[in-house]
């Protein structure tokens, strides 16, 4: 009788021959349980004591294979009181490495948290994403922990293609799917708007990605399987739009933050030299500098904008931009050693996004995006002209933080309701002919 033992190196063979009859059967099976409690822990069909050190962002960071065991489902926030406007879950779990490799003191027994994830920016889970993993308190995921023992930065993250929690694949992953479904025969009719906006956006993300040019939308045709793939994932779909909405936010907040940090770092250095100037060459203040902008020369200060005001003046009804017209306000602070125009000091100025020598006002998108409000800083450029003559304007302004390229009228990507009324126009003009 030949029995075949895995203990994680080459297998080994036991043959029951005479020398061995005195082993019973029992003795048997328990040599054979023991081959596997003592064979190493695998996890995703790899041994995990294949711990390797990552380099993530100049970090050096240890990745540990194990388990993550979900200890905790909790409601947190109703959808009314949500930005995300879903029902906000605190999904916990703990981690058990493999074959007895060590996690940091302070992760040992320590509960974790699974959020989607963007850049540096995270948000609480929805039921539907719940569903979706088929998370539930008790259940074991395969997973990698990454930890590092240098304080100063973020000590520990994972990743788990078993509840995969990156917004831009699990976003994709539902487009693909989706896509395969496109290409059936058995198709139906599509009424747009019977479709949410998620259902809407992940159609068009679909038929790009198939290289379909936008047929549903043209034929009024969508597969049936496609169809229903999308009622399905609704709940879902919308909770991902939600997600990417608040996270786009957050990173332009910590990017805003960023680059008036590094404003400040500028300004700072720049006072300091212009203190050492000043002592080498007995000249009080740094000569102001000028530049070329839409073809006149300004004078160039560098400074901060502080936002004073945002008010609705105009509503899409009545716009000719057909979104709703806020005017933004802002007071400019320039960096010490310059100085701004005795009519422009401690004015408010009106924010515009430009576009081929228009001033178009900023839009809810464009406030959302940038996360836009009374009080707050951004690092900024004026550019003013003593002569009011000598140029169409006496000043203008660009900043990194706060742009004001033209965002409202060319959206990222078409909207169904636009689409859908310019085939209706050329529809009636063709029975009109």
Same mark, same amino acid.
């Given at each position: 009788m030949a029995i075949l033992c895995l203990s994680g190196q080459p297998l080994f063979l036991f043959i029951k021959t005479r020398a061995t009859t005195c082993m019973s059967d029992k003795t048997i099976l328990v040599y054979l349980f023991l081959c596997l409690v003592l064979q190493p822990f695998v996890v995703d069909g790899q041994p995990d004591n294949d711990v390797r050190d990552e380099i993530i962002k100049e970090v050096e960071y240890v990745m540990i294979k194990g388990l993550a065991e979900i200890t905790q489902i909790n409601v947190v926030k109703n959808a009314t009181e949500s930005e995300l406007n879903y029902d906000e879950y605190q999904v916990l779990f703990r981690f058990i490495p493999a074959n007895g490799e060590e996690v940091l003191k302070i992760l040992a027994d320590k509960e974790m948290e699974i959020k989607i994830s963007y850049k540096n920016s995270e948000v609480a889970v929805g039921p539907a994403f719940i569903k979706q993993m088929k998370i539930k308190k008790g259940t074991r995921y395969?997973?990698?922990?990454?930890?590092?023992?240098?304080?100063?930065? &973020? &000590?520990? #993250? #994972?990743?788990?293609k078993a509840i995969e929690n990156d917004l831009f694949v699990l976003y994709d992953l539902l487009v693909k799917s989706l896509c395969n479904k496109l290409t059936s025969d058995d198709l139906t009719i599509l009424k747009i708007n019977k479709l949410s906006d998620a259902e809407q956006n992940a159609l068009i993300d679909a038929e790009i990605k198939n290289g379909l040019n936008n047929s549903a939308l043209k034929s009024r045709k969508i597969a049936k399987s496609a169809l229903q793939f999308l009622h399905k994932n609704k709940k879902l779909l919308h909770e991902y739009e939600a997600a990417l909405r608040v996270l786009s936010a957050k990173e332009e907040d910590i990017q805003r933050k960023y680059e008036l940090k590094v404003q400040l770092k500028k300004e700072k250095k720049a006072i300091t030299q212009a203190k050492i100037d000043a002592l080498k060459e007995g000249f009080t203040l740094k000569q102001t500098e000028t530049e070329i902008v839409r073809g006149c020369e300004y004078d160039v200060l560098? /400074?901060?904008a502080e936002v004073s005001s945002i008010r609705l003046v105009k509503k899409g009804a009545d716009s000719k931009w057909n979104y709703d017209e806020y005017e933004i306000l802002f007071r400019f602070i320039p960096m010490e050693g310059h100085k701004i125009l005795d009519n422009l000091k401690n004015k408010d100025l009106i924010f515009f996004l430009h576009?081929? /020598?228009?001033?178009? +006002?900023?839009? +809810?998108?464009y406030i959302k995006q940038k996360n836009v409000k009374a009080g707050t800083r951004y690092a900024m450029?004026?550019?003013?002209?003593?002569?009011i003559t000598a140029c169409t304007e006496q000043y203008t302004y660009e900043s990194k933080s706060l742009s004001n390229d033209l965002f409202e009228a060319f959206p990222p &990507?078409?909207? #169904?309701?636009t689409l859908k009324a310019k085939l209706d126009k050329l529809e009636q003009e063709n029975k009109e002919k």
């Amino acid at each position: 009788m030949a029995i075949l033992c895995l203990s994680g190196q080459p297998l080994f063979l036991f043959i029951k021959t005479r020398a061995t009859t005195c082993m019973s059967d029992k003795t048997i099976l328990v040599y054979l349980f023991l081959c596997l409690v003592l064979q190493p822990f695998v996890v995703d069909g790899q041994p995990d004591n294949d711990v390797r050190d990552e380099i993530i962002k100049e970090v050096e960071y240890v990745m540990i294979k194990g388990l993550a065991e979900i200890t905790q489902i909790n409601v947190v926030k109703n959808a009314t009181e949500s930005e995300l406007n879903y029902d906000e879950y605190q999904v916990l779990f703990r981690f058990i490495p493999a074959n007895g490799e060590e996690v940091l003191k302070i992760l040992a027994d320590k509960e974790m948290e699974i959020k989607i994830s963007y850049k540096n920016s995270e948000v609480a889970v929805g039921p539907a994403f719940i569903k979706q993993m088929k998370i539930k308190k008790g259940t074991r995921y395969s997973m990698n922990l990454y930890q590092t023992r240098n304080i100063n930065v &973020r &000590r520990y #993250f #994972f990743k788990s293609k078993a509840i995969e929690n990156d917004l831009f694949v699990l976003y994709d992953l539902l487009v693909k799917s989706l896509c395969n479904k496109l290409t059936s025969d058995d198709l139906t009719i599509l009424k747009i708007n019977k479709l949410s906006d998620a259902e809407q956006n992940a159609l068009i993300d679909a038929e790009i990605k198939n290289g379909l040019n936008n047929s549903a939308l043209k034929s009024r045709k969508i597969a049936k399987s496609a169809l229903q793939f999308l009622h399905k994932n609704k709940k879902l779909l919308h909770e991902y739009e939600a997600a990417l909405r608040v996270l786009s936010a957050k990173e332009e907040d910590i990017q805003r933050k960023y680059e008036l940090k590094v404003q400040l770092k500028k300004e700072k250095k720049a006072i300091t030299q212009a203190k050492i100037d000043a002592l080498k060459e007995g000249f009080t203040l740094k000569q102001t500098e000028t530049e070329i902008v839409r073809g006149c020369e300004y004078d160039v200060l560098p /400074g901060l904008a502080e936002v004073s005001s945002i008010r609705l003046v105009k509503k899409g009804a009545d716009s000719k931009w057909n979104y709703d017209e806020y005017e933004i306000l802002f007071r400019f602070i320039p960096m010490e050693g310059h100085k701004i125009l005795d009519n422009l000091k401690n004015k408010d100025l009106i924010f515009f996004l430009h576009h081929r /020598g228009e001033k178009i +006002p900023a839009g +809810p998108e464009y406030i959302k995006q940038k996360n836009v409000k009374a009080g707050t800083r951004y690092a900024m450029t004026l550019y003013q002209k003593k002569d009011i003559t000598a140029c169409t304007e006496q000043y203008t302004y660009e900043s990194k933080s706060l742009s004001n390229d033209l965002f409202e009228a060319f959206p990222p &990507r078409p909207y #169904f309701g636009t689409l859908k009324a310019k085939l209706d126009k050329l529809e009636q003009e063709n029975k009109e002919k």
